[in-house]
T-cell receptor, first 112, second 113 residues
Framework: LAKTTQPISMDSYEGQEVNITCSHNNIATNDYITWYQQFPSQGPRFIIQGYKTKVTNEVASLFIPADRKSSTLSLPRVSLSDTAVYYCLVGDLTGNTGKLIFGQGTTLQVKP | ETGVTQTPRHLVMGMTNKKSLKCEQHLGHNAMYWYKQSAKKPLELMFVYNFKEQTENNSVPSRFSPECPNSSHLFLHLHTLQPEDSALYLC????????????FGSGTRLTVV
């Protein structure tokens, strides 16, 4: 499974756009990029997933450059309730190799 | 409510006790997982079940014993635990064990005294 590197923590203010970048230099051809959000004492929640270019849903956008060695999760106009840990995961979704292995994640603190 | 229900939400047990954690999903998923999350550490994958068969045991001590009677239910039987086993235990399910679209439960906060 490809190793990911993301900042340990980030601070932001309400109403700002937050971009969290994840590095995955050894991403393989079959790997997808998935982001999860976790609040304290709760299980992670799926946010968004992509393979290349840009993916957008009602919660976030995911930008993936052509070389796919990194990806950026973009949260528009964050609020206090977006304070959470955000995990970037990379893995093959086919066969039996797609186990989700979590790293340290990025702790986002949104301030008023 | 995520579609994956874990009970109990909180559990305090002594080192000589035997207890069980329960996980239930009605999402029609075929794979179920147990993860452990200790304080300030990443989630650690413990067990994977696919169509009721265990497909992965991530070197978990035998004092943790999983059971999967059907695709909708998963148990984690606990006995002779240590204080360092105190953690948040999370159950997840997915359509198959390829890692796509995991749905997690809210977890059981376990404290071993």
């Amino acid at each position: 499974l490809a190793k990911t590197t993301q900042p340990i923590s980030m601070d932001s203010y309400e109403g700002q756009e937050v971009n969290i970048t994840c590095s995955h230099n050894n991403i393989a051809t079959n790997d997808y990029i998935t982001w999860y959000q976790q609040f304290p004492s709760q299980g992670p929640r799926f946010i968004i997933q992509g393979y290349k270019t840009k993916v957008t849903n009602e919660v976030a956008s995911l930008f993936i450059p052509a070389d796919r060695k990194s990806s950026t999760l973009s949260l528009p106009r964050v609020s206090l309730s977006d304070t959470a840990v955000y995990y970037c995961l990379v893995g093959d979704l086919t066969g039996n190799t797609g186990k989700l292995i979590f790293g340290q994640g990025t702790t986002l603190q949104v301030k008023p | 409510e995520t579609g994956v229900t874990q009970t109990p939400r909180h559990l305090v047990m002594g080192m000589t006790n035997k207890k069980s954690l329960k996980c239930e999903q009605h999402l029609g998923h075929n794979a179920m997982y147990w993860y452990k999350q200790s304080a300030k550490k990443p989630l650690e994958l413990m067990f994977v079940y696919n169509f009721k068969e265990q497909t992965e045991n991530n070197s978990v001590p035998s004092r943790f014993s999983p059971e999967c009677p059907n695709s909708s239910h998963l148990f984690l039987h606990l006995h002779t635990l240590q204080p360092e086993d105190s953690a948040l235990y999370l159950c997840a399910s997915s359509q198959d064990d390829a890692g796509y679209g995991y749905t997690f439960g809210s977890g059981t906060r376990l404290t071993v005294v």
